[in-house]
């Protein structure tokens, strides 16, 4: 039993890792990933939420009748959703200002109901915890390092989530910020490029 | 009334919903494989934005705001909101209206989860629009959202024809392409 829950834990760190493996998510991992900090913000409160909502959707699972399953999910998510807007509001307001709409967005994260629904339904509680934490952390992952790339590349700084402190010129003085990253088209294109460099890695 | 065709310009061009907010990108690359769902897609998404856009517009303002819920319900009451409307329509549809319904029908559901109508529904609450407004705005989104996914398809269809790299094949180059789109999107902002 332990080794399987290491397992669910796992599978969301590379087999499963959303957005790369799972192409589900992809609005928040374009939009935030203009700094670290926001990035590793989003990626941790929809950590928070995955996590909570996994819980109490695989607890409910037997009361839930299956025709109104998806609102009842959509109930639990909305929710946590609030919980982590409120948090943020008392905790970590300045993130929470530059995260803007994106916030209560996270309800409609496809990555948070398509696990509700394919796992934490089906499944017992302490591998759903399993599940949703995993992906939860591999999706942090994966946006940590799209926005290390975007900001290091676009801008030329490094902002340390939650210090304040941030690093100027990091590749030098005289590399010219490539603007282009940090702005929407950017976004797309190093997406792209990030899933084919995983299918290249996925093949060995 | 000039403001108007302002607003309408703003949100189809110059913020683009799709290429410019990162809004609803899911339901983009997931249904512009073929030009035929992009379309019934696009058509979705106009049909609901705007019902959504004026529903919780005015949820928000009299339900929400006067007893001060709008701090900490909005997001629970938005996302119901829409999820009961959706299902409304897709009822509604299939009665009344059987043809559209077969035309739209399995794009229905799909659009609860698109995150392009919330967007939208929370994009008129921060700019504090008025009602005429927030109808201009929400259906100048969605036209701009269905534009952006049709011109997407049309792309898309070529990229099948073209030998692309094994490791960039599907969602991939459909990345990369949407950026050459944001791109060329990109050049309205000097119009702004």
């Known amino acids: ?204 | 009334m000039t403001d108007y065709i302002l607003l309408a310009i703003s949100c189809i061009f110059v913020n683009n919903i799709l290429l410019m907010q990162y809004l609803g990108n899911c339901p983009f690359l997931g249904v512009s494989k073929k030009m035929e769902t992009a379309v019934g897609m696009a058509m979705a998404v106009v049909f609901v934005m705007v019902m959504a856009g004026a529903i919780t517009w005015v949820t928000n303002i009299f339900l929400l705001k006067p007893y001060g819920f709008d701090k900490y319900l909005r997001t629970v009451a938005f996302i119901l909101v829409i999820a009961s409307l959706v299902q409304f329509v897709e009822m509604f549809l299939k009665k009344v209206i059987p043809v559209l319904y077969a035309g739209l029908g399995i794009f229905l559901p799909l659009i609860t989860t698109n995150c392009a109508v919330m967007g939208v529904a929370l994009i008129l609450d921060k700019e504090e629009y008025s009602f005429l407004q927030g109808i201009v705005a929400s259906f100048s989104y969605a036209v701009g959202f269905g534009l952006a996914l049709i011109l997407f398809a049309g792309i898309r269809e070529r990229i099948l024809l073209a030998r692309v790299p094994k490791p960039l094949q599907d969602t991939a180059i459909g990345l990369v392409g949407a950026g050459m789109m944001s791109l060329a999107f990109f050049a309205f902002k000097g119009m702004a």
Not at chain 1, 13 to 25: D, N
Not at chain 1, 110 to 129: D, H, M, Q, T
Not at chain 1, 170 to 196: D, H, I, N, R
């Open chain 1, 1 to 204: 039993m332990a080794k399987s829950i290491a397992q669910e834990f796992t599978k969301g760190l590379w087999a499963e890792i959303p957005p790369f493996r799972l192409v589900l998510g992809l609005c928040p991992t374009l939009a935030v990933t203009k700094s670290v900090e926001t990035g590793i913000g989003m990626g941790i409160a929809t950590t928070f939420v995955l996590v909570c909502s996994n819980l109490i959707i695989s607890l409910l699972r037997k009361a839930i009748p299956k025709g109104v399953r998806i609102v009842c999910f959509i109930i639990v998510i909305a929710t946590f959703v609030t919980v982590v807007e409120l948090l943020m509001q008392a905790f970590a307001y300045p993130l929470f200002q530059k995260l803007g709409i994106f916030t209560p967005l996270i309800v409609v994260n496809c990555i948070i109901l398509g696990r509700a629904e394919a796992f934490a339904s089906k499944n017992n509680v302490v591998p759903s915890l399993a599940d949703g934490f995993g992906i939860g952390v591999g999706f942090t992952l994966s946006l940590g390092a799209l926005s290390v790339f975007r900001e290091v590349l676009g801008n030329n700084t490094f902002t340390i989530p939650f210090e304040g402190t941030s690093f100027t010129e990091v590749l030098g003085s005289s590399f010219q910020p490539f603007t282009f990253m940090v702005e929407a088209p950017g976004a797309f294109v190093c997406l792209g490029l990030m899933l084919c460099i995983m299918n290249i890695l996925g093949k060995k």
